[in-house]
């Protein structure tokens, strides 16, 4: 993350500037021609980009500038300030809480992946300098946001990782490290997995060169509570398996393990803001690789929890390895809460578009509580259904369940399946009687152009909103 600092006085005139304003506030005297001259009425994430000495980036807040609206000004004018590494905030006028929210804003939109550049690396925001009556009070302000904005840029780190760097087990060494942060790392291999029946992740993970791995991050709280319970899906590359996938696009499947990048995020927010409530990820990782040893359509394989699952589509690989991790999360840990998070289907892509994620669930409460979050952090749900027929289509002759519908199947020659609604009915069988939900985010963990909060690229979707859920549902005692 870049570096913030806080200091009282004006800004230095080298130093490009972003000056907020809102839709009612009058604009500076010295601002006003030009600012009329470029039409800005100070809409939501308008920038007006006037150069001279210092440069000044003049971005809207819009007419009710809630700190959701302040961090998508930061972000907008952070990416237009481009190639600066160096830029100040020019705080009069606003509020510590909405000035460290822009401050925020700039921090997301500023980041960068250029680890893998050997050269020509662009120049991009590395330092901020707010400006401000009270340096204090708005650092203050902007420390309570700064873990989540931490957890949100590592969960786009891990996504950005091209699958030849973050393989299995160095993604299980990335996680490690976060032990330096207070978080408890076990680190499960093959050898534990195959002597505590891990079947559905080492069928997924069986034709790579590296094995699958458990991971489980623990986060003790403060609580005398169980805790809440994350679980993430962790393909670092999915290639189909068998049933392979197109070549069109396939480099995209890096980003498989977006789920297991956020639950790894929002247990680093959650460590650096010493939350008191207890919590624990479970990440399932694993590369879907072909070969000889790789599982086949038709394979039934027994999982964690000794459910029998007929394999129809190799390439519906996510939801067995969810099904393993949901078992050993619920089983070792007792959670009060369970909320898996997985680019899991097409189907939801074709339902909401890259609007949205979708969530199912058991627990009104709880979804309700993930739902008020995503909308708070900019991370939004749309709720999606779990009918009888939804599990019904998963009934299989030789096993306790089938993992997903038979291609052709259904209506309309099975052109319209359902199978984001299907692999939802799929994971509830492993959920048991625990609150659950699930979040199915295939299709807004990357962005193909700049976004509302940041750039092209990963969007670290669900690392702030599962911290911002346990603030909101999980911090105080029943």
């Known amino acids: 993350m870049i570096a913030v600092r806080f200091r009282r006085g004006a800004p230095r005139p080298d130093l490009p500037c972003i000056v907020p304003l809102d839709a009612i506030a009058a604009a500076p005297r010295a601002l006003a021609p030009a600012l009329a001259a470029a039409r800005f009425t100070g809409a939501a994430r308008q920038v007006v980009d006037l150069p001279g000495t210092p440069r000044r980036l003049v971005v809207g807040l819009g007419t009710a500038p809630d700190a959701l609206a302040c961090e998508g000004a930061g972000a907008a004018a952070a990416l237009a300030a481009g190639a600066s590494e160096e830029v100040a905030l020019a705080g009069a006028g606003l509020a510590a809480g909405q000035l460290a929210a822009v401050a925020a804003g700039i921090a997301l939109g500023a980041w960068a992946f250029d680890r893998h550049r050997a050269r020509d690396l662009p120049r991009r925001i590395r330092r901020l300098v707010v400006h401000c009556d009270s340096p204090d009070e708005a650092e203050a302000a902007f420390a309570h946001r700064a873990p989540g904005i931490g957890g949100c840029l590592l969960a786009r780190d891990l996504v950005a990782e091209p699958a030849n760097h973050l393989t299995t087990r160095r993604f299980a060494e990335r996680l490690e490290a976060l032990a330096e942060d207070g978080i408890e790392v076990t680190i499960h291999g093959r050898k534990w997995l195959e002597r505590h029946g891990f079947g559905a992740l080492l069928a997924v993970g069986g034709g790579a060169a590296d094995p699958p791995r458990l991971a489980v991050l623990r986060w003790r709280g403060a609580l005398p509570l169980p805790p809440v319970a994350f679980v993430g899906k962790g393909l670092v590359f999915d290639t189909g398996g068998i049933s392979i996938k197109p070549a069109t696009g396939m480099e995209a499947m890096r980003a498989d393990m977006a789920g297991a990048a956020a639950c790894a995020g929002a247990m680093l927010a959650l460590a650096r803001r010493r939350s008191p409530a207890p919590a624990v990820a479970v990440l399932a990782i694993a590369e879907n690789a072909t070969g000889a040893a790789a599982y086949r359509p038709g394979d039934v394989i027994r999982t964690a929890s000794r459910r029998t699952v007929e394999v129809i589509d190799t390439d519906a690989e996510g939801r067995l390895v969810l099904a393993d991790a949901l078992h050993h999360a619920i089983a070792a840990f007792r959670p009060r809460a369970v909320i898996d998070l997985a680019t899991l289907t097409g ?102 152009e700049a976004h509302a909060l940041g750039p092209a690229g990963p969007t670290g979707f669900g690392a702030r909103l599962l911290d911002r859920l346990v603030a909101l549902r999980f911090e105080a005692e029943p």
């Open 347 to 448: 189907a939801i892509v074709t339902a909401l578009g890259h609007h949205r994620a979708g969530i199912f669930g058991s627990d009104a409460a709880l979804l309700a509580s993930a739902a008020a979050a995503g909308e708070a952090v900019g991370e939004p749900l749309w709720p999606m259904p779990i009918g009888p027929t939804h599990r019904e289509a998963l009934d299989s002759d030789i096993a306790d369940l089938r993992q997903c519908a038979p291609a052709g199947s259904g209506a309309w020659g099975g052109r319209f399946l359902p199978d984001a609604c299907h692999a939802a009915a799929f994971l509830r069988e492993f959920a048991g009687t625990t609150p659950w939900a699930h979040l199915d985010i295939a299709g807004v963990d990357s962005a193909e």
